[in-house]
């Protein structure tokens, strides 16, 4: 697929208010776009450019607690625009991450191990398609999401860090399969691990 398109630049107006407790570890933030000449990809998957007047509004609260070992981090986000049919979003997201630091052999080595856990609500989500790559907005489908968690265990032993990760790990619980998007799959329980290494003279 092909296309000659003259389109005009695209204009974003951004706006950021933002507040922190810092001895309460809370955090507040508020975010509004006014984005004009938006160009997306129509239902018939063909790029266009759109002269409707787009706000895009977001709203966060971020809580950390902490007790002896133990961390809760907490965060919640309130989105909408006036034109869903031309950017569609989740009302809400959450993610929660529960999780214990400590050290081992005198202090030498830092670990934290926990889980995250993360879920927004059900919206009529863009399609994909592979012909060109690209994510396409539709309105006649509308994609339920279920809570996704994962384990983790990382450390640091002076410049050296290294984690281990199984992402997914309720896969099949409530669901068999997951997609992140409409005709997109997504990896299922996968293991990840990591490690690096800062050298100094």
Do not use: C
């Amino acid at each position: 697929m092909n296309w000659n398109n003259n389109f005009k630049k695209k204009q974003i107006l951004e706006a950021n208010l933002e507040y922190n407790l810092p001895k309460q570890q809370l955090r507040f933030a508020a975010q509004v776009d006014f984005l004009n000449n938006y160009i997306y990809f129509a239902e018939n998957t063909k790029p266009i450019q759109t002269a409707a007047k787009i706000t895009y509004w977001n709203f966060f609260i971020q809580k950390d607690s902490k007790w002896k070992i133990w961390h809760w981090d907490n965060f919640i986000a309130y989105q909408f625009t006036n034109h869903k049919e031309i950017l569609p979003l989740p009302a809400l997201y959450l993610k929660t991450s529960l999780y214990a630091k400590f050290k081992l052999f005198k202090g030498n080595m830092k670990l934290s191990t926990g889980f995250d856990l993360r879920f927004n609500t059900a919206f009529k989500a863009r399609a994909w398609n592979p012909i060109i790559a690209q994510f396409y907005v539709q309105n006649e489908r509308t994609m339920k999401f279920t809570p996704m968690m994962d384990v983790f265990l990382s450390g640091k032993i002076k410049s050296v860090r290294f984690y281990v990760k199984l992402n997914y790990v309720n896969e099949g619980l409530f669901v068999k399969n997951n997609y992140k998007a409409l005709d997109l799959p997504a990896n299922g329980r996968t293991f990840s691990l990591g490690l690096s290494w800062r050298f100094f003279e």
